[in-house]
Every structure is written in C-alpha cells, then in structure tokens.
C-alpha cells in the first residue's frame, strides 16, 4: 500500500467523543508506579534501556521507601535512570525536588533535564543566592516556580540552614560516594552537614563506587538514606566486618541491601543486547616550547612561587595561582590577556581575584569545589607599582612571540589522527578541547590560516562572535515551530553549534563550560589541547564523544611539553594510574571513587609547583603522590563486594530482556492510545501514520521524527494535547448507541473478531482507591445480548476500533443490575489487589525495623559483654599483684568497671524498651498510612455494536 492510500486510509477511520472521553482517562490517569513510570517514558526524548527503567522502578517500588542508592557500573546511565525518577515525581505535581552534585556537573544535569525531559532547572550558587537575597527572597532553595534546584555540595553545606527549612519531595546526590565516610567520628563535615539538614526526606543516591574500601563505607551511605536500616556503627562491625563475620551474616547483609541498593553491571547490559560498548585510543603528541616559551614560562613561575605577591588576594591566593599555571600552560596569547586584564586591576589598586580570570570560563566551579567566596582586601601600596612593572615586563616577553610549538604540533598531529580515525571507521570530524578563551581564538586563526578556512565552529560560555550568532539565527530560522527550540538561548545556542558540527563544520573548538551537558557521539576524535588537572574533568570531557550511541572506537590524542617535567608527570598520572585514555572505559570512575574525598589532586599538583623549583623536588613530590593514591586505590573486599552488590548474570540478564518486551509494548499502546485520542478529537486535521498535521504544525509520535522534521512530539504535555485531554475529560456523556467496525482497525484482534455479529452493554468507571499513595482504575463492566461477558481487556481493545456514534439510548433496569454487579466484582478485586499490595510494603517496613531493633540491642549487649570481659581481665590482674598497695588500687579499678557494667545494665534495659517503642511507633505510623478507602465515579455507559 502507497503512503498516499495509508494516509487515506486513515482518514476514513473515526473515533467518538465516548472514546476520546475513555482515552483522555487511560493517557492521563493515577495508576501504579509502573503505569505511571511509563507515561513518563513515553514522553521523554531518550531511548531507554532496560536496566534503567528497571532502576528507576525499582526506585519508586514502594511509597513507604526513605529512597535507594542506585551503584549500576559506570557506562550506563545513572543520570537517565535518576532523570526519570524526577520526571515521574513532576509529573505527580511533587516538584520540590534537589540535586545536590559536583559542582562541574550542575550545567550538564540542568541540560539533560531539558533537553531529554522538559523540566527546567534553577543553579543555585553563590552569585545566583546573593542576588535571589537581594530581589526579596527569603529563602532561595524555596523557589516559587515549578523548577528543580541544582547546587554543589560545598554550597548546600555551607547554606544547610536553609536547605532544611524545605520540605522536599525528593533529594537527588549525584557521586553521592563524596558522603560515604559520614560514619566516621571525626571528618566528613559536609556529609553531617546535609544528613542532618535533610533528614526524613527521600533520597536517591548515585555512585557507581559505593563501596571501595570498606563495608562502613556503605554503612555510611545507607544510613543517609535511612537512619532506621542498620543499627549503630559499633554493632555493623560486630555483625558485618572483621575477621569473625560468617558467609551467613554475609547473606543476611546482602538480603537486607537488596532491598535499599540497586547494581547492574555492563557485561550484564551487554549479554543483554542492549549495549555495545566502544574502545578509546590514546595518542601523544610531544612537543618542546621555544626558548621565548619557556623564558615566560618560568619567570612567572618564579614570581607566583613567592609569598610576598601583592597583586593576588589572599584569600584566592590558591584559586588565581592555580588557574595562571593552567593559562600559563595553554598558550603565550592566553597569558598576554590574563597579564593584562591583572595590570588593569592594579592600576586601579584591585587585587587580582575571580575577575582578573574572565579567560578561564570555570574559575567559579573550581572556587565552589574549594569551598571558596572571593573576598576582598587591602592591596600592599608599597609593592603596588613594583608588581605591576614586574607584570607589564612578563606581558612583553608574551606579545612577542607569535608562535607556539604546541600550536605547530596541533597542524602535525592532526593529519595522522585523523587517518586513524578514517582506519577505526569514524567520521572526518574532531573536537578540541582548551582550557582558555584566548587560546580557543588562537587555534580557530591558527587553523584557518593552515587549510581549515570555513570547517571550523566554536563552543563557549558565551559564543557572542559573529558566526555563533549566524550560526544560532538560522538554526532558529530551520526550526521555528518546532520542539528543537527549548526557549533558552544558552541550550539552543549549544544545539546550534553542536548541529553545524555535525552537519558542516570538520573541527569543533570548544572551552570546558562549553562542553557541558553536549553529546557528540557522531565524533569519535578528540584532542586535549590543555589537559585539565583533575582526572573527572577529563573523564567529563571524553564522555562527550565516548558514550552511549557512539559506533566507532574513540581516538584520544594528548600533547606532552618535553621542556616541562611537571607536564609530562601530569600526563603519566592521568594515564597510567587513571587509565583515562586507552581500554573500553579505564578505571576511571573505580578509582577516583576511592580517592576523591581523600586527595584533590588539581590542588596537590598546584601546591607541588608552588613548593618545588627544581625538576629532581618536583619528581620527587610526584612519586610520594603517586604513593598516596596507590595506597588509597588497593583493592580492599573485591570478593565481599562482588557478593553484596552484585546479583547474578542470569537472573539479571533474564529480568532485563523481559523489561525489554515491556518498554517496547508499552511504547506501542501509548502510541496506539494517543494517535486514537487525536483522531476521535481533530477528525478534520490531516492524519497520517506517524501523526497529524493541524493548524499548519506537524505532530509525531516520534520524538527522533518530530526533530528531523521541524515538527511538535506528541505526547500528553504537549499544550494543544494537554488542553484536548481536558476537555474530553470534563465532557459530560449520556447513553449512547457507538458501532464499531472491525475491519477498519487493520490490525488482527482474535478475541474480538470472533464477536462480530455481537451487541451488548459496556460502562465505564473510574476506581479512586485512596492510601499512602492515590491511585485510579479505569474498571469496564460489559454484558452482550446472549448473555456473555467482555472482560477488560477485550473492553479496552475495543474502544480502540473506529466507530459511529448513533443515538441516545436508555438501559433498563435488569441489564443495570447485571452491570452494577459485573463493575462491583472487578471493584473488589481492585481492592484486595491494592490490599495485598499494602502488606508487602508492610511486611517490608517490619522486617527493615525488626532488623533495625535487633542491631540496636545487639549494639548495648555488646558493650556489656566487653565491660564483663575486662572486669575478669581487671581481677585476674589483681590477685596477680605483690603490694597491698597495688592490690587496693587494683581494687578500685575493678569497682569502677563494676560499676559502669551495673549502669550499662539499667541502660540496656531501658534501651531496649525504648527501642520497642520506637519500633512500635513506626509501625503504627506505617499502618494509619496504608488504610484504604475507595471512590468510584462513572464515566459513561453505551449500548455498543460490533461489526
């Protein structure tokens, strides 16, 4: 059949507003996490895989849930899987929702929840916070408006006065293993900060390295999630670590993180199907500076190595040295205008902090990680004009060098890398990043004049240059009308610049803020023409072209300065003990979970240069780091680990192709659902398979085909959608006569062809059941003249074929009562369902608590038993000892444990009455939360025809 007569086709077809009325219901109605998970995959622009809907559900499985720690690998997606969770609390109007994540990361997760879901977020942070307190606000993290708020961990700490005052529906940590030493005695400020700030609030926490040394590790995480889950510290160590732990206790300790900790791992995804994971290749490209590059370079080196520098604050004393190194490192063009924009600062008696470093577009991230606010301070006069001379002079050895070998290397290396590309299969395209603004104009003139004139786009924090601004307005132009356009500039700008680079452009330059929350999985080339110092930001970068979607393998080409030992430690730590540039994913995300709460190593390498002035003190300083983290990366409970965290291949792998199935199906109703709802609602528009055209705008059903062609995605948000659905809902139906035709449907329903011929009566009502959470049932009750009955599934098959409405009807009184009676069965069942339901969560919530119960008496028999141990010890001890002196004093010392031990009883005791009632309380508050009650409100009834 041509296209032509399917779209004809589908023009005769028909729907009434009974339908409509039925599918408005079905698309939009409050039903179990499940159902209503798969509303929100139906409308988000990501194609899901398996073990994240499997995440995200298991997430939401039960109401009474305090929240989970999704661990899956890294690879696979925690942020979708997370993203999802959010998008289902939105979408059940709980917006006051949080990520707290590194600060590096709050742009990229603001552009996936945009981009993928439609839900706008709000980056909180010191300039934004400062300034929402100056507008009136009273408390910035309680936004008015329907955005999800994004901030740091530093910042929510330092603010957790504020954060706790929010009643939050739900709290999203992102690297969540930051908080995994919380339950040490002394450290972890931060974790205790925000426990504490926002405890009894849900939680989703997200690390694929939960635990990495130690099982107290996860003991700290969980105990976040869940003050209730394990007892104390003192009795997880007694039952769980040490070397008189049982494979039994093991067991137990696994039963009871199945329920709270979710992992899947990649080879499990990959036995599945649903991943094929690519490899990276690593290239190295050396270089040695000319002698004017390296004059510049180590006399600015010498002068930040001072400490009587009067032109940097002191209090970002640390911050503006580090960030000149890395300007330093990038090019002589970048230093000339840092150098300039610190003069300019001094000549107007300013110290040079966060302002003097506009070239380098996340100085404020790297301030928030250190957990700094710049601050202000008096400028020593008397070094005042020395400094800035000092400064002028280093700025002429800058403007005059007109060439830097680095930038020769670039135009060398290029060539080759991309014939390695060209081998592997990848596309004749490159990103490369810099660290600076300058540099980024440097290479874009360097490689214009060098054969790329007209192959080049740029990507930055502001992308305010001519051809940015051309290439943004006919990118806007080519989608007007079209969801491509998200409304804000800085997202659509990126989309812009992304899609000339795919489509046009053979070298994309592109600065570190530039890069965030952008996928480029068509480019499998990538430069690092400054290689940043913290092994996350170049994971970050990598990610950008090396991710899920990517076909071919991933060239990642590095540039190491043979003139400078430092740069060449750099290099060998990020490769060699990150393993960041070769293999399938490196042990990147494995190791850096083991040492990042312990060691910044952008701030130790920037001490190092300050401290060192020799080549011989700087290896020196390196080989003690390298030690460190060889320390802190050893693999401590490989197995245990394995045990606790991960579950079987089969199983896994058996549960993911089955939700596999699912996803595919329920995307095919939601399809099938929708396209019907629009048919029945806008019988003039102009139909087709995909979608409709209407009032001159195109609509698909297809999210991928809605972008490709300019047009709108259909789904239940869309404005025109949401409003039809309103509508049809609100309408009020009578008793009507509705004939459907088969045939018209053009798909195979067995059950229902053979009642062709058939008539009967259908009602539909909607089934409120109201509990901890509310949710609806759309129940038929349906009857044919012969007697028989149309259960829900023939019921709701049949309100998708095309049909007539014909005139009002009346039902008679027998026939009511057979349906009244038909509708009460299905009510009771729903009920007994929701029931059954209720007592897994509640026989769920008494096991975590029994546990809870346990561990804490456990904690205090404990300590008892210890007090009895030392008293033996003590009198052993005693009557071992010569001295009536001795023995007195051995004397006191035993009544004094004596005791302690007879106090430590009457504790126990009370302990232990205070704990059952605790339990006790919890447990009622659990059961007034699941008490059911029940609504049920009819929709319509129709006497239908099936012909």
Not at 857 to 865: C, G, R, S, Y
Request: with cysteine; hydrophobic share 35%.
């Amino acid at each position: 059949m041509s296209q032509a007569q399917k779209q004809n086709n589908v023009k005769t077809e028909s729907y009434t507003e009974h339908q409509a009325a039925y599918l408005a219901h079905t698309l939009t109605i409050d039903g179990s996490a499940e159902d209503n998970l798969s509303k929100s995959l139906a409308s988000s622009k990501v194609d899901m895989n398996p073990h994240q809907v499997e995440a995200a559900l298991f997430a939401l499985r039960s109401p009474l849930s305090q929240g989970v720690l999704l661990a899956d690998e890294v690879g696979l997606g925690k942020t979708i899987e997370a993203s999802l969770i959010i998008a289902q609390k939105w979408a059940e109007r709980h917006r006051k929702i949080i990520l707290i994540v590194p600060a590096m990361l709050r742009n990229q997760w603001s552009q996936e929840l945009l981009e993928k879901f439609n839900i706008p977020s709000y980056i909180l942070e010191s300039s934004s916070y400062n300034a929402d307190k100056k507008s009136g606000a009273l408390n910035p993290f309680d936004l008015k408006e329907d955005r999800v708020l994004i901030c740091s961990y530093e910042f929510a700490s330092r603010k957790n006065i504020d954060l706790k005052s929010v009643n939050w529906d739900l709290v999203v940590f992102d690297e969540a293993h930051k908080l995994r030493n919380i339950w040490k005695k002394d450290g972890a400020k931060i974790a205790k900060r925000l426990q504490e700030a926002l405890e009894g609030r849900k939680k989703i926490l997200l690390s694929a390295t939960p635990l990495q040394n130690s099982l107290l590790e996860l003991y700290g995480l969980v105990s976040i999630i869940d003050p209730h889950f394990f007892g104390s510290v003192e009795s997880f160590k007694a039952q769980y670590v040490g070397a008189k732990t049982t494979a039994n206790n093991l067991d137990i300790l696994r039963h009871r993180l199945s329920k709270v900790c979710n992992r899947t791992l990649r080879r499990q995804v990959q036995q599945e199907g649903g991943i094929n994971f690519t490899r990276r290749h690593s290239m190295v490209e050396d270089f040695r500076p000319s002698t004017e590059e390296m004059e510049l370079y180590n006399q600015i080196s010498s002068y930040l190595q001072r400490d009587d520098i009067a032109s940097i604050k002191p209090g970002a004393r640390h911050l503006v040295t580090l960030v000149i190194r890395k300007i330093l490192a990038s090019s002589s063009f970048a230093v000339s205008g840092t150098l300039d924009k610190m003069i300019t600062r001094l000549e107007e008696n300013a110290a040079a902090g966060l302002e003097s470093l506009d070239d380098y577009e996340t100085a404020g991230e790297v301030a928030e990680e250190m957990d700094l606010e710049d601050d202000a301070a008096a400028i020593d006069q008397a070094k005042l004009r020395e400094e800035i001379e000092e400064l002028k002079s280093y700025k002429a050895i800058a403007q005059k060098i007109q060439q830097n070998a680095k930038g020769e290397a670039l135009l060398t290396v290029l060539d080759k890398a991309f014939s390695k590309v060209g081998e592997l299969g990848g596309q004749r395209k490159a990103v490369i990043f810099t660290e600076s603004c300058r540099t980024q104009k440097y290479l874009q003139e360097l490689l214009e004049a060098n054969g790329y004139q007209g192959q080049l786009a740029l990507l930055n924090g502001s992308n305010s240059d001519p051809d940015s601004k051309r290439i943004y307005k006919e990118w806007l132009e080519r989608h007007a009308g079209s969801d491509k356009i998200s409304g804000s500039k800085t997202a659509d700008m990126k989309a812009a610049i992304v899609e000339e680079f795919k489509n046009k452009a053979t070298i994309l330059i592109s600065t570190e803020s530039g890069a965030e929350g952008v996928n480029m999985q068509f480019c499998s080339l990538l430069i690092n023409y400054d290689l940043p110092w913290n092994p996350q930001r170049v994971e970050q970068r990598i990610g950008r072209v090396h991710r899920y979607g990517q076909k071919c393998d991933v060239v990642v080409v590095n540039f190491v300065n043979k003139g400078n030992k430092a740069d060449q430690l750099v290099f060998e730590l990020l490769a060699r003990k990150f393993q960041l540039f070769e293999g399938v994913f490196g042990a990147s995300d494995e190791i850096l979970g083991a040492i990042e709460s312990e060691i910044s190593i952008e701030k130790r390498i920037n001490d190092i240069l300050q401290k060192c002035r020799h080549a011989d003190e700087i290896e020196a300083e390196f080989n003690t780091l390298q030690t460190e983290l060889d320390d802190l990366i050893e693999e401590k409970e490989q197995n245990t680990r394995e045990k606790l965290l991960e579950h079987f291949d089969e199983e896994v792998i058996s549960r993911l192709k089955s939700r596999k199935e699912k996803i595919q199906w329920v995307m095919d109703e939601h399809g099938r659902k929708i396209r019907a709802f629009c048919r029945g609602v806008l019988p003039l528009a102009d139909h087709f398979d995909d979608g409709f055209m209407h009032d001159g705008q195109r609509f698909y059903c297809d999210w991928k085909l809605a972008e490709e062609q300019n047009g709108h995605f259909l789904k239940i948000e869309n404005p025109l959608v949401a409003s039809l659905i309103d509508t049809a809902k609100q309408n009020s139906l009578t008793p009507t006569e509705i004939t459907f035709d088969y045939d018209s449907y053009g798909m195979q329903l067995a059950d229902l062809r053979n009642m062709r011929g058939k008539s009967g009566w259908l009602k539909l009502s909607k089934l409120k059941i109201d509990s901890i959470d509310t949710v609806e049932k759309l129940v038929f009750s349906a009857v044919a003249d012969d007697g028989s009955t149309l259960d829900q599934q023939q019921c709701e098959r049949l309100m998708l074929i095309p049909a007539t409405q014909g005139s009002m009807v009346s039902i008679d009184g027998t026939i009511l009562g057979k349906i009244e009676q038909a509708e009460q069965s299905a009510t009771t069942l729903h009920l007994e369902d929701a029931q059954r339901l209720n007592e897994e969560y509640f026989n769920e919530e008494q096991e975590k608590l029994d546990r809870w119960a346990e561990d804490s008496k456990d904690a205090i028999q404990q300590e008892l038993n210890r007090l009895q141990k030392d008293i033996r010890a003590a009198k052993k001890a005693a009557r071992a000892l010569k001295t009536l002196e001795e023995k007195t004093a051995a004397q006191r010392q035993v009544k004094k444990l004596e005791k302690e031990h007879d106090k430590k009883m009457m504790e126990f005791f009370e302990t232990r009455k205070q704990v059952d009632e605790k339990s006790d309380e919890l447990l009622e508050e659990i059961e007034a939360k699941l008490k059911l009650s029940h609504t049920a409100d009819e929709v319509f009834t129709i006497r239908w025809n099936l012909i």
